[in-house]
């Protein structure tokens, strides 16, 4: 599925670590380099995890935000080949 500015969307709401990360991984294995995937998750600690994942990984974190009810939203550019 993709939003209005053509990003894929994960929706890992309802999944604690480390799924939201494992999620996102697989996810990341099909699209390909320069698309953008948004992750939206209940677990605060994948404001965390996510970006960490992407840094070892060779993924551009675009934006990483809270909102008032702990949900986060991360917004990241596939990189190349892992």
């Given amino acids: 599925m993709s939003d209005a500015t053509g990003a894929h969307e994960l929706d ?3 999944l604690l670590c480390p799924l939201p990360v494992i999620r996102t991984a697989r996810r990341v294995e099909t699209l390909a380099a320069g698309e953008t995937l948004v992750v939206h998750a ?3 600690g994948a404001a965390h995890d996510i970006p960490a994942w992407c840094r070892v990984h060779g ?3 675009l ?6 009810e702990d ?7 596939v990189g190349g080949s892992e």
């Fill in 59 to 61: 993924h551009q974190v």
């Fill in 63 to 68: 934006a990483c935000d809270t909102d008032a």
């Fill in 71 to 77: 949900r986060v939203t991360v917004r990241i550019r």
């Fill in 12 to 14: 890992a709401s309802g």
């Fill in 42 to 44: 209940s677990d605060p």
